[in-house]
């Protein structure tokens, strides 16, 4: 067994005493709990102790780390992401620049069927090569953990070549990933006129050859305005328990689209962008299980409405927030720069967001007993951060990045 200690923590955050705390909700998600002049003790990969330096029992480590001026915190859970993508797509950066919208841009072809027609000749490997290099680069900026959907094939065999890469993704790397089903992402041009069929293939074809193969934990369908509907929703979701794979599902970003409660009537483990969201969505969710997720990528990029995030935590909600790494609606993949825009444009806390992006987070991917917070026997996924003079800094001082080093599964990951 190889023991570490990482030792003179200027700040210890995040900390969650009891293991059983799935996640922070409405005031609590205010409170990061921390201590000062910290150590922590990582065993091979779990987190053996951790107590003020004062109360530090000499002892041998065979690796000891000296975090002077530096705080410590779980690293980023990004809960939802969309990173294995065949090419970026800045022509239509261009075209919104230029005044036209999301669903402008997806009705002329453009938007995520531009995604499906690039995979078609994108070689397996070479998206699985790029797809490393985006985990590479959201592990500097502190991602410990990531969900990684399908949805840019919308064709039995594009969707299982992205899902397959997914697998290889998780074999190889040392982040935690989960990988979600969401050949329901839009509606492919060649079924224009036949819904019911393009329904047909996720559902008698798509479905069980990807559970043949294991190739996914979650079933996602974008259940919006232009893109499926609640009873489409509803009849893939119930197809996707056949197989056992919970939803995550993209509701309410482009209207009130009845998308969070078909969500919530399906037990989603989240339900994700939320920007039209009122006093029945809310409702609905206080009574479930299911993490309201916010993505202020996709709403700062395509200059959308924020989620009511203020009045979602008043009422006593939790609330996670994602990066959405995407080619067309959030091309990044930067936690640090989430946890700045929910400060600013979503006027949440520098507490309320880093729980939102560590415990929350975790839970918004089933990840919460393992990982998501600094509690004995979960997973040693840590960001030691450069020296920084408290919390508020790290949304505070944009744009730079305040990750020192990252620890994944207790071992230092040079990224
Ligand atoms: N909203 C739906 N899907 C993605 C966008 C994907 C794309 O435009 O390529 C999202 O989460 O923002
Ligand atoms: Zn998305």
């Known amino acids: 067994m190889k023991t570490t200690l990482i030792k003179n923590i200027k700040e210890l955050a995040g900390i969650v005493t009891d293991a059983a705390t799935k996640y922070h909700a409405g005031g609590q998600m205010a409170i990061l709990n921390s201590i000062d002049d910290a150590y922590l003790i990582i065993e091979d990969d779990v987190i053996a102790a951790f107590g003020s330096m004062c109360d530090l029992k000499p002892q041998h480590f065979d690796e000891e780390i000296d975090a002077s001026g530096k705080t410590l915190l779980p690293a980023w859970c990004d809960s939802h992401t969309h990173l294995v993508f065949p090419a970026t797509r800045e022509i239509e950066y261009i075209d919104k620049i230029k005044g036209l919208s999301y669903e402008d841009i997806a009705r002329r072809g453009g938007g995520i069927l531009n995604s499906a027609k690039t995979m078609v000749n994108m070689p397996e490997q070479q998206l699985f090569d790029d797809a490393w290099q985006r985990l590479h680069e959201i592990a500097r900026w502190g991602t410990g953990a990531v969900e990684i959907k399908s949805g840019y094939g919308l064709s039995l065999d ?21 990988s979600t089903f969401l050949g329901a992402h839009a509606l492919p041009a060649e079924y224009k006129n036949n819904r019911e069929g393009y329904l047909r293939l996720i559902i008698d074809e798509m479905l069980p050859a990807i559970a043949h193969e294991n190739l996914a934990d979650y079933i996602d369908v974008f259940c919006d305005k232009g893109f499926f509907t609640v009873d489409e929703t509803d009849k893939i979701l119930k197809a996707g328990a056949r197989y056992n794979l919970p939803p995550k599902i993209h509701a309410n970003e482009l209207d ?35 993490m309201p997720t916010v993505l202020p990528g996709a709403a700062f990029f395509l200059n959308m409405r924020y989620a009511p995030v203020r009045q979602m935590i008043s009422a006593g909600l939790p609330l996670a927030l994602a990066t959405d790494f995407n080619p067309g609606s959030s091309p990044s993949g930067n936690m640090q720069w989430i946890i700045s825009m929910a400060s600013v444009l979503y006027k949440m806390l520098p507490n309320e967001a880093i729980n939102a992006v560590t415990l ?33 800094y790290i949304p505070y001082y944009y744009g730079e990045n305040k990750v020192d080093t990252i620890f994944i599964n207790g071992k230092i990951i040079n990224a």
């Not at 594009?158 to 989960?178: A, D, N, Y």
């Not at 509690?375 to 003079?389: R, V």
Request: aromatic share 4%; charged share 25%; net charge positive.
């Open 360 to 392: 929350n987070g975790a839970y918004a991917m089933g990840i919460e007993e393992v990982l998501g917070s600094i509690t004995l026997g979960k997973k040693a996924n840590l960001i030691l951060t450069k020296a920084i003079p408290n919390i508020a």
């Open 256 to 290: 009130f689209s009845g998308g969070v409660q078909i969500g919530v009537k399906h037990k989603a483990r989240s339900v994700d962008h939320l920007e039209f969201v009122g006093e029945k969505e809310i409702a609905a969710l206080l009574n479930s299980d299911t």
């Open 158 to 178: 594009s969707e299982l070549k992205m899902l397959r890469v997914i697998k290889r993704l998780k074999q190889k790397s040392e982040l935690s990933i989960k």
